[in-house]
């Protein structure tokens, strides 16, 4: 059995050619006040939720945009919960926050964005 620490290790090798991608969506989405909260999703099947950014070969991962926002509207993150997601949440320019859907369930993982330094954390 994986632990927690090898799966999500595995899960930011596997995403990692998509980061340029999705730290252009993020600046994008902050730069245009779209929102402060930018929330990339990754599915190994079709989600819908957000804008696709990209389906990754061989690895069968769907990437897409989305935000706190949407996920509140689509009761992914439930209205009492957000000042406690916003309370974990990290500086988006320093770390990308994926929910990563899998047949286990579902969770946010933040992971650095390349040359911040850090190290990536799960949250609950």
């Keep these: 059995m994986e632990t927690n620490g090898h ?3 595995q899960i930011q090798t596997e995403l990692q050619p998509a980061f340029p991608t999705l730290a252009q969506a993020a600046d994008t989405i902050l ?3 779209v929102s402060a909260y ?3 999703v990754a599915a190994r ?5 957000g804008v696709l950014l990209a389906h990754l ?3 069968g991962w769907y990437l897409y945009a ?3 926002e949407e996920l509140v509207a689509r ?3 439930l209205e009492q919960r957000v000042a406690q997601f916003r309370a974990v949440y990290k500086d988006p320019r320093q770390h990308f926050c994926l929910f990563i859907i899998q047949e286990q369930g579902s969770n946010f993982l933040f992971v650095p964005r390349p040359s911040s ?8």
């Design 38 to 40: 930018p929330i990339f």
């Design 57 to 59: 070969q061989p690895t």
């Design 31 to 33: 730069d245009a006040e």
């Design 75 to 77: 009761q992914v993150v």
């Design 66 to 68: 989305s935000t706190l």
């Design 7 to 9: 799966l999500f290790l």
């Design 117 to 124: 330094g850090a190290t990536p954390t799960q949250s609950n």
């Design 45 to 49: 099947v079709e989600a819908p939720i």
